[in-house]
């Protein structure tokens, strides 16, 4: 079959939400204000960032801790292009896997940087947009040195 | 009791199969696999149907399994649909071998089509856009899309962890990975992307993310593949050479997100891998298996997988790739069909394919790309999903 026998039609399926995070919740709500919020299970005593209401690794309750904003990346990528939504505050880009002081687990967000170096063990603070929809509107910097920083 | 495969039936990977529908390519490889196991469809009891999860946005169907079992052919018979990201076709075959070992069925069709390429970005005037951007859907949507504007970086962030860890791979070493696979793909006429590339035309490449460039990553292909499944007995009736399954195994697990003490590793396939080991009897793959096909969704992720299965201790890929071990004409030839990024790969069918090509190998059947087959061993090994998150493992033998 020639490529002017095929039949071809232009279809678009668009798909709304309106999403809800459901125990999580509280996690999105810490956002608007500034703050990440994760869970001390009450059996175990793991601490859990983002929240999980209950413990998934021994199924106790987990009451909401308020964590510092301040921890170090486990590990980063560089994004060669900057972050569309990120630009704004100059400086590269990366998404990084990222450990915070007191949390038992680690929470993927972009890294916005100036120095070069960024990597395993770097330190990094949280930052906040104006709006916050998703977990891409707060990022890290570093703590010595960076944009916004 | 064991389980053969007795047919095979693959067709060439393309960027876009634009005179197919995925019915049609699903048709074209069952025919075959049918011939080539030299049954009908009537001696056919179950087919399992591998098909990607990323079906939903591709097709825009949830349910493809329902037109495609009429289309067919195989209208009436039992069915499952089995789907677990790029790691569906080895997850479908281990399906088909459960199926038969519990008694359930005699014969099984184990078939997969994949089509992505009827996306389409209007803005762009491009499909390659729309095909990226739906393949975002593998990961999870709340918690690593918002934050991931890439496909690969996915995969990336595996491949920058693993050398924080352990000081390497280089970029050098997974370059090398890049000219093996594309080579090996210029003897394989079913490969999409035989290229003969220089270690600096892959370092030269496009940067896509952290360590990753463009020759580093797997093809995003069209295709469709299917295999014929049997009971022993009913092996040893519809032909001479039967290829075993002689082990299978499989593991679902987040080798960082929560957990972060695994990573830089591939837990899931090193433990997918040591069971399908355990139920084969290897303890020394070096010494027991002839060649292997894995998933080499970035030069970095193969290099990282020779540890993953028992090839060497972690960190060590690299040395292997610069000792020519791994080469074709090595002595443990990794992904001699040219692999996903030398040969194709579209989640769901391709684990299925993959098979179909080390079946053809123990056969003596591989054309261009034949290795030695001394021991009459090889395995499969499939990773993927999110945060590369699940592997399924075949060992197949010859007796």
């Given at each position: 079959m020639s490529m002017s026998e095929i039949f071809e039609a232009e279809i678009e399926d668009v798909y709304r939400y309106r999403l809800s995070y459901g125990g999580q919740s509280p996690y999105f709500r810490g956002l608007q204000e500034k703050q990440l919020v994760g869970s001390r299970c009450n059996g175990c005593g793991r601490v859990w960032l983002p929240l999980r209401?209950?413990?998934?690794?021994?199924y106790a309750d987990a009451q909401q801790v308020v964590l510092s904003g301040k921890g170090e990346i486990l590990t980063a990528i560089t994004l060669p292009d900057s972050v569309q939504h990120l630009k704004h505050l100059g400086g590269n880009a990366a998404t990084a896997l990222v450990r915070l002081d007191g949390a038992d687990t680690c929470i993927k967000a972009f890294v916005v940087y100036?120095?070069?170096?960024?990597?395993?063990?770097t330190r990094v603070e949280a930052r906040f947009l104006p709006e916050i929809k998703n977990i891409g509107d707060f990022y890290f910097v570093p703590v010595d040195g960076g944009a916004n920083s | 009791m064991k389980v053969g495969i007795v047919g095979v039936g693959l067709i060439p990977w393309r960027v876009r199969y634009s005179e197919k529908t995925y019915y049609e390519l699903a048709l074209d490889v069952t025919k075959s696999a049918l011939e080539d196991a030299r049954i009908s469809a009537d001696d056919v009891d179950h087919v399992v149907w591998g098909l990607s999860d990323l079906m939903v946005a591709w097709?825009?169907?949830?349910?493809?399994s329902t037109t495609l079992q009429d289309y067919i052919g195989m209208a009436g018979k039992s069915s499952v649909h089995v789907t677990a990201g790029a790691v569906t076709g080895a997850t479908a075959v281990r399906q088909g071998m459960i199926e038969i070992l519990s008694g359930m069925s005699d014969v099984a069709l184990v078939v997969g089509s994949g089509k992505g390429m009827d996306l389409w970005d209007p803005v762009l005037n491009k499909r390659s856009s729309a095909f990226l951007k739906a393949i975002m859907l593998d990961l999870d949507t709340n918690w690593e899309v918002p934050v991931e504007p890439l496909a690969a970086a996915n995969f990336a962030f595996a491949v920058q962890a693993h050398i924080d860890r352990y000081g390497a791979p280089t970029e050098t070493q997974m370059a090398k990975v890049s000219v093996k696979n594309h080579g090996n793909a210029?003897?394989?006429?079913?490969?999409?992307s035989g290229l003969a590339l220089t270690i600096d035309d892959v370092m030269n490449s496009r940067r896509i993310a952290g360590p990753i460039k463009m020759f580093d990553c797997c093809l995003y292909s069209e295709g469709a593949a299917a295999l014929i499944l049997a009971s022993e007995d009913r092996a040893r009736e519809i032909c001479d050479n039967p290829i075993w399954i002689e082990g299978a195994g499989s593991s679902n697990v987040r080798s960082y997100m929560p957990d972060f003490e695994h990573l830089g590793r591939l837990l899931c396939q090193q433990q997918s891998s040591q069971r399908a080991y355990k139920m084969a009897g290897i303890n020394n793959p070096l010494e027991q298996l002839d060649f292997i096909e894995t998933h080499d969704l970035l030069t970095g992720v193969e290099l990282m997988s020779y540890a993953e299965l028992g090839l060497c201790e972690p960190g060590q890929g690299g040395r292997l790739i610069d000792e020519g071990v791994t080469e074709r004409t090595g002595r443990m030839p990794v992904?001699?069909?040219?692999?996903?990024?030398?040969?194709g790969h579209v989640a769901g069918c391709s684990g299925i394919s993959r098979i179909g090509e080390v079946v053809q190998q123990l056969r003596g059947r591989a054309g261009g790309t034949q290795v030695p087959i001394n021991k009459g061993r090889a395995i499969f090994s499939a990773v993927g999903g999110p945060g590369i998150s699940q592997s399924c493992t075949i060992v197949l033998g010859k007796s």
């Open positions: 209401p209950i413990c998934s690794k021994c100036l120095s070069p170096d960024l990597k395993k063990g | 097709v825009r169907q949830c349910c493809p210029l003897a394989n006429p079913l490969a999409q992904n001699p069909s040219g692999g996903m990024i030398g040969c």
